[in-house]
C-alpha cells in the first residue's frame, strides 16, 4: 500500500511539474511560481522546480540575483527519486555559470552517477548530455566518436518523447549537432521547438545563430535587429540583449553596433556572456 501511495504521489507531482515546466518554457516566470505555490509545501522536490525558474530568468533576462537564488535554494535541500540528482546536475550548471569550474564538474558527474543507474527516458538523455561532453573533453579526435553517437541518440529520444524537459534536451541536441556540422539539423529541432514555443526569445537568437553559420547573413542580421528591439524594451542591459548587439556588430561589421561594445554596461556584463 505504502510503494501504491509513494507512486501515486510521484505521479501528481510530475503533473504539476509539467504546468510548472510549461510556463518556465512560454517565459511567463511568475505564472511558473503561481504554480509551484499550489503544490504541498513539505515537498522535497518543490526547490528544484524553483532553482529551474530562477535560472531560466536568469538565462533571459540576466538578473545576476537569480543565480543567487537559486544556489541559495538548490544547496539547502535535498529531493528525492528522480529529483535528487537534477538538483544536483542544476548546481552544477549554477557552478559553470559563476565560474566554479571544479564545482560544476563534481556536482555534474554526481549527479550523472545517478542518472546512469537510472532507466527513464529523462534520465537518460540527462546522463547523455554528461556523457558526450565528458568523452569530447577526454577524446580529441576530428570525429564523432561512437559513444557520442550513442549519447547523440539517447538525447534525440529524450528530446522527441519526454514530457518534461523536450526543450531543454532540444537545446543541448541543437549545440552538439551545430558543433558536429550538422547546421541544417540543428535548425530542424529549433524550428520544431519555435513552432510550439512562438517566437521564444532565447531560441529565436539560437536559429539565428545557426542560420549565420549557414551562410544566411541577411536572415540572422534580421532576427538579431528584431531581438535587440525586444530586449531593449524587455530587460535593456541584460545578457539576452547584449548578446544580439555582439552578434550585429560580429555579423554586419557596422560602427554603430561595435560602438556600443566599448560601453561600460557591456563591459560590465561581458563575463556573463554565454
Not at 555582439?246 to 554586419?252: D, G, H, R, Y
Request: hydrophobic share 40%.
Amino acid at each position: 500500500m505504502k510503494k501504491i501511495l509513494l507512486i501515486l504521489v510521484q505521479t501528481v507531482f510530475a503533473s504539476n511539474a509539467e504546468l510548472v515546466l510549461e510556463r518556465i518554457y512560454k517565459t511567463e516566470y511568475n505564472e511558473a511560481f503561481k504554480e509551484i505555490s499550489k503544490l504541498p509545501q513539505n515537498d522535497s522536490n518543490i526547490c528544484v522546480l524553483k532553482g529551474i525558474v530562477f535560472i531560466s530568468r536568469f538565462d533571459d533576462l540576466g538578473d545576476t540575483l537569480d543565480l543567487d537564488s537559486a544556489l541559495s535554494v538548490l544547496t539547502k535541500c535535498k529531493a528525492g527519486d528522480f529529483w535528487e540528482p537534477l538538483r544536483r546536475y542544476e548546481i552544477g550548471l549554477l557552478n559553470s555559470i559563476l565560474g566554479n569550474t571544479i564545482k560544476s564538474i563534481k556536482e555534474t558527474r554526481e549527479a550523472a552517477l545517478i542518472f546512469a543507474k537510472r532507466e527513464d527516458v529523462d534520465s537518460k538523455a540527462f546522463y547523455a548530455i554528461y556523457g558526450y561532453y565528458s568523452d569530447a573533453l577526454t577524446n580529441w579526435l576530428p570525429f564523432v566518436s561512437s559513444k557520442r553517437k550513442i549519447y547523440i541518440a539517447d538525447l534525440k529520444i529524450g528530446f522527441e518523447q519526454s514530457k518534461m524537459f523536450s526543450p531543454v534536451f532540444g537545446n543541448s541536441l541543437i549545440w552538439m549537432l551545430y558543433d558536429n556540422k550538422k547546421h541544417s539539423a540543428a535548425l530542424e529541432i529549433v524550428n520544431s521547438i519555435l513552432e510550439k514555443y512562438l517566437e521564444h526569445p532565447v531560441f529565436t537568437q539560437t536559429k539565428a545563430d545557426i542560420l549565420f553559420k549557414m551562410g544566411r547573413v541577411e536572415e540572422a542580421i534580421s532576427i538579431y535587429k528584431q531581438s535587440e528591439a525586444f530586449y531593449a524594451k524587455r530587460a535593456p542591459n541584460s545578457i539576452r540583449y547584449w548578446c544580439a548587439v555582439a552578434n550585429l556588430a560580429k555579423m554586419t561589421k557596422d560602427d554603430f553596433w561595435k560602438e556600443k561594445l566599448q560601453s561600460k554596461e557591456y563591459q560590465a556584463m561581458k563575463r556573463w556572456m554565454p
